[in-house]
């Protein structure tokens, strides 16, 4: 249906910048919300930021005026912008499509580890 491939990863230093990016393949057309979830050490896989069809954005407090969500339609691209990365943003990092009239999609994630 859709095809989700993730990159941009990496060991990073506290405080630096960092950039995902997602590209989308397949019956995109069917996409609805389309961002970005991770998974931390111990923890549950957890909503990072998300952007609609519209340019609608959502994002968890955690990352809210740190993190940026940019949806590139022409492109099929998605991006992650991480300014200001802290220790507790290490995680695996997912892209994820809402498929319409079929659930989600998700890419293979993409480790992202800071170091402090």
């Known amino acids: 249906q859709v095809q989700l491939v993730e990159s941009g990863g990496g060991l990073v230093e506290a405080g630096a910048p960092l950039r995902l990016s997602c590209i989308y393949s397949?019956?995109?057309?069917?996409?609805?919300?389309i961002g970005w979830y991770r998974q931390r050490p111990g923890k549950e896989r957890e909503l990072v930021a998300k952007?609609?069809?519209?340019?609608?954005?959502t994002y968890a407090d955690s990352v809210k005026g740190r993190f940026i969500i940019v949806r590139e339609s022409l492109n099929n691209a998605i991006y992650l912008g991480m300014n200001v990365v802290k220790p507790e943003d290490t995680a695996t990092y997912y892209c994820?499509?809402?498929?319409?009239?079929?659930?989600?999609?998700w890419g293979q994630g993409t480790q992202v580890t800071v170091s402090t």
């Open positions: 994820n499509a809402q498929i319409r009239g079929v659930g989600d999609a």
């Open positions: 397949g019956k995109t057309f069917m996409i609805e919300d």
């Open positions: 952007i609609s069809p519209r340019g609608t954005t």
